[in-house]
DNA sequence: GACAAAAACGAACGGTCGTACTATTCATGT
DNA sequence: ACATGAATAGTACGACCGTTCGTTTTTGTC
């Protein structure tokens, strides 16, 4: 990895931290300079455009998701165990962003605005929720789980409690934001159980 | 109403359209006044700040949702159907509002930046589950929800459905997310009754 | 250590930002 | 109809926006 890339990663890594409080729009090229110790045209240099920024802050986060929440969760045994192990390092992974979740915070910056970055972050998130379906899917094979369970159906739910935890951490701060998320999670274990 | 409250108001109502878009930070005074035909001072003459006029915005916002969403619902028939209306009536100003709702794209936008907008939209959405667990509350009192049920519970679970349709309607522009989110909801009421 | 390529810099562009002033036009009560 | 205050417009401000360009410094290779 010569220097280039080096600095881009190092560019991408802060934004996509940046971005989590002032959103992808808020990111300014010249203030990113700035707080990187670098000439706004040098830092310019990396991307052809602050949208195209925007884009690859998208993926380096992406990266990052896979490599700190996927790829540990489907090392757990097939089933209920790897349904509780993505569900936990989700939130383990919430928990870590300082500043919230940069996807959370895209989901609503972005629902409105065409454009590339926009694309990119739904395509993400339907990824993201064909693995929790495939995941849950895992259950309905080792037989913990429904036959007739609606795979589908609880990776919908799955997602909702935790946009909900992140709501009510982060903006509401009620002090019963993780235990009822963890209720909501128990609750629909239960529901998917044979 | 003297000329002032009323332009006032059409800016308001413009705005808090426009803030679905480009949220309350992307708002811009002059680009305002230019959409609405009018020059950037006198706009700018009715609101002290940029903030305050965020802060009027989401107050605006709000007295029409509870013009809309909660005042009809509190004519239903006390109990279940009177939660079926308060859900009924939420999901119906979703798809209102053309391009999103703006608590919803408010809720991350502001949930890591402190100040005036964010303390009163988490006020608004904690008035906002109150009420979803007041109403909650006399499904229990009829008889139709069981005596045992945790109303704060319900209340989190049942915000949480409504994110998630915003999420899959507006984003992901899921073709059954409408079929799904009302699955969710019936799945929530079956919990819920004696 | 020379040399080409890559990377970072500095300055400048036209524009827009929020905000402060002053001046002008309008609406309203009598 | 007129006076008066409210409402709107005009102008200017310093700062910052994304982007371009030409120059300088750094890096990697023989």
Chains 1, 2 share one sequence.
Request: charged share 25%; glycine share 6%; proline share 3%.
């Amino acid at each position: 990895m010569g220097k280039g890339d080096q600095t881009r990663e190092a560019v991408l890594e802060f934004a996509s931290a940046r971005a989590c409080t002032v959103g992808l729009e808020g990111l300014s090229i010249g203030t990113l300079a700035k707080e990187l110790h670098m000439s706004k045209s040098g830092l310019f240099a990396h991307f052809q455009s602050k949208s195209a920024l925007q884009v690859q802050v998208l993926e380096h986060a992406s990266d990052r998701f896979v490599e700190e929440v996927i790829r540990p969760a489907l090392r757990a045994p097939r089933g209920e165990a790897r349904v509780r192990a993505l569900f936990g390092l989700w939130i383990a992974w919430f928990h870590r962003q300082e500043h919230g979740c940069i996807f959370v915070a895209a989901i609503t910056e972005l629902d409105d605005r065409p454009g590339d970055a926009r694309d990119a972050l739904a395509s993400q998130q339907r990824d993201w929720l064909d693995v929790i379906e495939t995941v849950t899917a895992t259950g309905v094979a080792t037989g913990e789980f429904r036959a007739d369970l609606d795979t589908r159906q609880f990776a919908l739910d799955l997602y909702s409690i935790a946009l909900m935890l992140h709501l009510t951490v982060r903006l509401l701060a009620l002090p019963d934001a993780i235990p009822r998320a963890d209720t909501a999670f128990e609750n629909l274990l239960n529901g998917a159980r044979a």
